[in-house]
């Protein structure tokens, strides 16, 4: 509204599809509330001609997701464009949102083998990426860490319980690590919860 109203500029809304379904909600353009209706226009990436995509950098991630009879050579194309980018921050940035977006249609050992992986470790989004991945590891393994020291103290712990210590975050699991020395029943644990 602000853009029309400042600028006069015409608004077209726009959902893309990125993945193919079966699922009626990809061919509806519009959504209705008690307060609100929004007309759309509907893209189906899986639908669309990869030519327009592949002659305009910007949109070489969303290439590997068009339509195409060779698939895996589609993507060889894109990795090609891809590669023929000189400045380096553009080439990782692209390379990091090509891997993304491949990722939904291909395996990923064919997306690594054709991305060259010094050009995606080097990637700002990809280190994001990984980082995210790491900080989750670090959580699932404390967790697992934590609730087998729980299950050798108190025994066998009630699945609400397990939820919650499972929702922790890496600083409260430790403290609850050292916590749970002190605990003598599951009513510790909970109060302990509680507090937190």
């Not at 015409?10 to 193919?20: A, D, N």
């Not at 509907?42 to 590997?64: F, H, K, S, Y």
């Amino acid at each position: 509204v602000r853009l029309q109203r400042k600028y006069r500029c015409p608004i077209e809304q726009v959902v893309i599809f990125l993945k193919s379904t079966t699922s009626q909600m990809v061919f509806n353009n519009e959504f209705r509330d008690i307060n609100t209706w929004h007309r759309y226009r509907i893209i189906r990436l899986w639908e669309q001609d990869p030519q327009p995509l592949l002659a305009n950098r910007a949109l070489l991630p969303l290439a590997t997701l068009a339509k195409s009879n060779n698939p895996n050579l589609l993507l060889e194309q894109v990795v090609a464009e891809v590669d023929r980018i000189e400045e380096q921050g553009q080439l990782r940035t692209l390379a990091a949102c090509v891997d993304v977006l491949a990722g939904l249609r291909f395996e990923k050992d064919l997306v690594r083998r054709l991305l060259s992986e010094e050009i995606m470790e080097e990637s700002v989004t990809y280190q994001d990426i990984i980082q995210k991945g790491r900080q989750r590891g670090k959580q699932e393994e404390a967790v697992l860490i934590v609730m087998r020291q729980l299950t050798l103290r108190l025994g066998l712990l009630d699945p609400v319980l397990q939820q919650r210590i499972e929702g922790l975050s890496i600083t409260r699991l430790e403290e609850l690590s050292e916590a749970l020395l002190n605990f003598e029943t599951a009513t510790d644990l909970a109060v302990w919860l509680d507090q937190q």
